[in-house]
């Protein structure tokens, strides 16, 4: 079926050209495009697999480009902590999750009542530990003691435990950052969106119960 679409794609596109009374030229640069797209899906592709839209639904709502935008929206960028947050992200992407969890401690060491650092170091302890470990967890707790108000810790909080694989923690985490972001805001949207994707999981019967309870 996945290259029957792509004959019609292709067909499609000729004749859309030829519509438009498009110059050989263009008709040349268009066919390689077409033909180097033909190419990847070759090499890559794989049209015998069923559909995922549960993982694909569980995968957008724990996108980590997307989570360090929703991040700055949520704690802002004009600040000190924002400088570790990004060096932290810098290592963390190279793989050393254990320098990532040292970035924000060394930024803890200078902002010692910073939110957004309590919460980055629950998430850098979480990537580092590959569960919401005790040290994950105090980290978050902390942050949502100094700003039991403010949605961040709660949606990062909530984030940790998608990526443990308890969606139906995740998602109580979620509702709450929800219900404390003000109507307006540009973040708000975003979180409604990612605990839409997780509802969307949940419905299909993904993730599994909480092992423990936690806290609302």
């Known amino acids: 079926m996945g290259w029957l679409w792509l004959a019609l794609l292709g067909a499609g596109a000729m004749a859309g050209m030829a519509a438009l009374g498009l110059s050989r030229r263009l008709w040349s640069f268009a066919g390689s495009a ?56 810098a290592v ?12 924000y401690l060394g ?3 200078r902002l010692p009542n910073s939110v957004a650092m309590w919460t980055g170091l629950g998430g850098a302890y979480a990537a580092h530990d590959r569960s919401l470990s005790p040290a994950a967890r105090l980290a978050f707790d902390r942050a949502i003691r100094l700003a039991p108000e403010h949605p961040g810790p709660a949606f990062f909080l909530g984030l940790a435990y998608v990526r443990g694989d308890d969606l139906p923690a995740a998602r109580r985490w979620w509702a709450r950052a929800l219900a404390l972001s003000p109507a307006g805001t540009d973040y708000r949207r975003e979180i409604a969106v990612r605990l839409l994707l997780l509802d969307r999981v949940l419905a299909e019967g993904g993730g599994r119960m909480a092992a423990d309870q936690v806290d609302r």
């Open 34 to 89: 077409l033909m180097l797209g033909a190419a990847g899906y070759a090499l890559q592709g794989r049209p015998d697999l069923p559909g995922r839209a549960a993982q694909s639904a569980r995968a957008a709502a724990a996108d980590d480009a997307g989570m360090v935008a929703l991040r700055d929206r949520l704690f802002g960028t004009y600040s000190q902590d924002h400088a570790y947050a990004v060096a932290a992200d």
């Open 107 to 109: 930024g803890l060491n």
């Open 92 to 103: 963390g992407r190279s793989g050393d999750a254990r320098a990532a969890v040292r970035a």
